[in-house]
């Protein structure tokens, strides 16, 4: 029972054309969304070749847009709290 309610709740999740990058070197599995907003061409983290961005239907995943966006503004988390000396 546990494995059909699984299996129902990834039917559930809903797909979308996502942009991703994708590894140009035969072999190499490397890629990723394209959420990084990348101000050039990425490259592959796993082995350095040149990606090329494509279309993929992936599972909606879950909100991180906007910590992305935070780091795309470079923006630096400080701590919540700054004790005086
Ligand atoms: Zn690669």
């Known amino acids: ?3 059909s309610f ?3 709740y990834l039917e ?3 797909e979308e054309d996502t942009v ?3 590894c140009t070197k035969e072999g190499c599995k490397g890629w990723m969304r394209d959420n990084f907003a990348f101000e050039s061409k990425p490259v592959c983290c796993l082995c350095s070749s040149p990606m090329v961005s494509e279309k993929k239907l992936l599972p909606q995943l879950f909100n991180s847009n906007d ?3 935070a780091v795309k503004k470079g923006i630096q988390i400080k701590p ?5 000396a």
Do not use: H
Not at 80 to 84: C, E, L, N, R
């Open 1 to 3: 029972m546990y494995y």
């Open 6 to 8: 699984r299996n129902k």
């Open 12 to 14: 559930d999740l809903p």
């Open 20 to 22: 991703v990058w994708r």
């Open 67 to 69: 910590d992305l966006k």
């Open 80 to 84: 919540a709290k700054v004790t005086p």
